[in-house]
């Protein structure tokens, strides 16, 4: 994976925390008079159908039948599971509440990120960047709703972590498969892939059925609009950069930041409030990234003289080996 913090991956962050961020409005206005599952399926179907157009046109090749399983694979995990969980269970969960289950992706992708490179992945910076961005989700729900009269949904909340969970196996499993050189052409087949198994899910829980068209508000298309050009289309283009060239820990920190973003869009754009509380979450939201940006930096910075120390050993074997052989 690439070390350095390039203009590239600096954009590619800035992407998915800020964009992303961004979809909870996008989200809410597009289900006011559109079922939730349809506008998943229909956001991933549209930038999945462009992407893959738009690379094909450029004159990449089409994946093989063992990249598209793998993108049909990474798409049911993604999408279907991921994007599909979580709009199904905001119907029976409040969003505040939702966010907090959301907030455990990072653990589950360090968790994944540490089956591959083990336990040097949990350091200390990790640990306290994932307690930091946790704390800061509590702060930023506050305590009225976590500590409301309203139960919380049991099915609603099991779907949830189900749903982190399935996006982060999705991610680790998309960062190691087999893919085309094409970044478009493979976020396309993603997207294709787990919108087309949305629809099919829509379909069978009779949301086309029950819909008017007559009902849909242009306030709605017009955030379906968004949400399939940015919040797909770019913001999840960068995603699938990303997770190639960086550690799931150090990306998943977008589970922290998007919630913060988007309670500062709802105060600059929605007439929300902005009190103590959510600038002490914000504080502690960049706190978590930077520890956990940095834990991992620090890692990789420590492995790096071994690398180097086992390469610069190696001409020296095959040349002692040389050596002895000549001697005899």
Not at 81 to 89: D, E, Q, R, T, Y
Not at 146 to 161: F, M, N, R, T
Not at 169 to 183: C, E, H, M, Y
Request: net charge positive; hydrophobic share 55%.
């Amino acid at each position: 994976m690439t070390r350095r913090l390039t203009p590239g991956v600096v954009a590619a962050f800035a992407a998915i925390y800020l964009i992303w961020g961004s979809t909870y409005l996008g989200i809410k206005f597009a289900i006011a008079t559109l079922p939730p599952l349809t506008v998943v399926a229909t956001r991933s179907i549209t930038a999945g159908a462009l992407l893959y157009a738009w690379g094909r046109w450029r004159g990449a090749g089409a994946p093989s039948v063992a990249q598209w399983r793998a993108g049909v694979i990474v798409g049911a995990l993604l999408f279907l599971g991921g994007h599909g969980g979580l709009a199904w269970a905001q119907q029976r969960v409040p969003s505040g509440v939702a966010s907090l289950f959301i907030a455990t992706l990072p653990l589950w992708m360090t968790l994944m990120q540490a089956q591959k490179d083990g336990a040097s992945v949990f350091t200390p910076r990790t640990l306290a960047g994932l307690a930091a961005g946790t704390l800061g989700i509590l702060v930023l729900v506050g305590p009225a709703v976590l500590l409301g009269s309203e139960p919380v949904h049991l099915l609603g909340a099991a779907v949830l972590v189900l749903a982190a969970l399935s996006w982060s196996v999705g991610s680790a499993v998309a960062q190691r498969s087999p893919r085309p050189a094409s970044l478009s052409v493979t976020t396309g087949s993603y997207l294709l892939s787990g919108g087309s198994l949305l629809l099919m899910a829509g379909i069978a829980s009779g949301e086309l059925r029950d819909l008017r068209p007559d009902t849909i508000s242009f306030q709605s298309l017009a955030a379906l609009g968004y949400l399939i050009a940015f919040g797909s289309v770019v913001a999840f283009g960068a995603y699938s950069w990303l997770i190639r060239r960086r550690s799931l820990a150090a990306v998943s920190t977008y589970a922290f930041v998007n919630p913060v973003v988007a309670v500062f869009l709802g105060w600059a754009l929605g007439g929300e409030s902005l009190n103590a509380r959510v600038v002490a979450a914000a504080t502690l939201v960049v706190a978590a990234v930077v520890l956990i940006l940095s834990g991992r930096a620090a890692v990789e910075e420590a492995e790096a003289p071994t690398a180097r120390a086992v390469t610069s050993s190696v001409p020296q074997t095959v040349s002692a080996s040389l050596s002895k052989r000549k001697c005899a």
